[in-house]
Antibody, heavy 120, light 105 residues
Framework: QLQLQESGPGLVKPSETLSLTCTVS??????????WGWIRQPPGEGLEWIGN???????YYNPSLKSRVTISVDTSKNQFSLKLSSLTAADTAVYYC????????????WGQGALVTVSS | DIQMTQSPSSLSASVGDRVTITCRAS??????LNWYQQKPGKAPKLLIY???SLQSGVPSRFSGSGSGTDFTLTISSLQPEDFATYYC????????FGQGTKVAI
């Protein structure tokens, strides 16, 4: 059974960099059938796509966040990671990792989410 | 970016009711429209993809329709477990989501 689990600090200071990792179990991140993505949701608000990565390392970012985002993959650990720099309070959100079937181009399976609060 | 607008933002309904939620795109997205259900404290769950295809394991009371700019999600007979927030999402270009529709008792 596929599981995605986000991990990382729950509190980060303004101007610093958020780092989260998604560990995939029950499936291989190196499958050619899937991309892997990050989506966030500020408390009480809607959803915002951050970006996707393929196991080869090819990345696709939301243009509105592109200057601050880096997504990477570690196939040996079956993990992919998110870094978001120059944080402000507006980046406080639940961050979800998700599987993206390449033939559908949508997030079909999500992790449980990790709340990251940006505050001094 | 393509803007997605859902209506209504919230609705009250009873068990057994037929519920319809509308999603409108700011430009044509053909059939690249997906629907998700989210319960409090949980991740979104895919219900419908490509406007009208039911995701595996999703009850048949859920259905989707539309193409171009106008789409609907219909729940034919609302069940207690269906009280949640529903989001549409376009995958035609840079992914964007609607603001959500909360279905409450």
């Amino acid at each position: 059974q596929l599981q995605l689990q986000e991990s990382g600090p729950g509190l980060v200071k303004p101007s610093e960099t958020l780092s989260l990792t998604c560990t995939v179990s029950g499936g291989s991140i190196s499958s050619s059938n899937y991309y892997w993505g990050w989506i966030r949701q500020p408390p009480g608000e809607g959803l915002e796509w951050i970006g996707n990565i393929y196991y080869t390392g090819s990345t696709y970012y939301n243009p509105s966040l592109k200057s601050r985002v880096t997504i990477s993959v570690d196939t040996s650990k079956n993990q992919f990671s998110l870094k978001l720099s120059s944080l402000t309070a507006a980046d406080t959100a639940v961050y979800y990792c998700a599987r993206v079937p390449s033939h559908l181009n949508l997030p079909d399976y999500w992790g449980q989410g990790a709340l990251v609060t940006v505050s001094s | 970016d393509i803007q997605m607008t859902q209506s209504p933002s919230s609705l009250s309904a009873s068990v057994g009711d037929r519920v319809t939620i509308t999603c409108r795109a700011s430009q044509s997205i053909r059939s690249y429209l997906n629907w998700y259900q989210q319960k409090p404290g949980k991740a979104p769950k895919l219900l419908i993809y490509a406007a009208s295809s039911l995701q595996s394991g999703v009850p048949s009371r859920f259905s989707g329709s539309g193409s171009g700019t106008d789409f609907t999600l219909t729940i034919s007979s609302l069940q207690p477990e269906d009280f949640a927030t529903y989001y549409c999402q376009q995958s035609y270009s840079t992914w964007t989501f609607g603001q959500g529709t909360k279905v409450a008792i």
